[in-house]
């Protein structure tokens, strides 16, 4: 059998798996339920019809449809990569992280957003900030009253996506934020 999608992105599975999942153990839910917003979900994060929420998962169902979500993603994440100017792409990590990210958020409430602005100026930095940043980013949600509030979960997820967007300018686990175009220690 050829590896599933999630083999090759196992990062961004495992945020899906974790944050998607029955009291973030790793494990599908196999009943579907309804989440804070009033939205049925089943699997691990799949949105399900209302008169669908009496039918059972099943482990491969939820596996077979965390790969579906991943190539969702991918495609979406081929669309981010087309506002960044000529010569720009994603990195591994990058689309690593973007997966999880717009599987929770969904590539559609990024339209005319600061991090579409950021994108397509060719700024991945402010882009990412725009993302994940814990009061400025996608950490947000309404409750069934239709308040917004800032959740805990969602700045957490928020922070492991964004350490791992950039993953590939860590130094010593440190993000490497150097401000001036030269090196200082070189003067």
């Known amino acids: 059998m ?14 899906i798996r974790h944050y998607e999942s029955v009291n973030q153990s790793g494990q599908p839910h196999l009943i579907p339920y309804e989440d804070i917003g009033g939205t049925w979900v089943a699997g691990y994060g799949r949105t399900v019809d209302k008169d669908r929420k009496e039918i059972p998962w099943t482990i491969e169902q939820s596996e077979v449809d965390l790969d579906t979500q991943i190539s ?12 960044l100017p000529e010569g720009l792409t994603f990195t ?3 689309k690593e992280a973007l997966i999880p990210f ?6 559609t409430k990024l339209k005319g ?8 100026r ?29 959740l805990g979960g969602l ?15 860590n130094i010593g686990g440190m993000v490497s934020r150097n401000p001036y175009p030269h090196n200082p220690r070189s003067i």
């Open 2 to 15: 050829a590896d599933r999608i999630s083999d090759q992105y196992p990062r961004a599975a495992q945020i």
């Open 72 to 83: 969702e993603k991918l495609k979406e994440i081929d669309q981010l990569e087309r506002e």
């Open 92 to 94: 591994k990590s990058e």
């Open 102 to 107: 717009l599987q929770n958020v969904g590539y």
């Open 113 to 120: 957003t600061r991090a579409m602005e950021a994108l397509k």
């Open 122 to 150: 060719g700024d991945k930095r402010r882009f990412a900030f725009e993302l994940f940043d814990a009061e400025k980013g996608f950490t947000k949600g309404t409750d069934k009253e239709g308040r917004t509030t800032v």
């Open 155 to 169: 700045v957490e997820r928020r922070g492991r996506e964004g350490s791992l967007f950039y993953e590939e300018r």
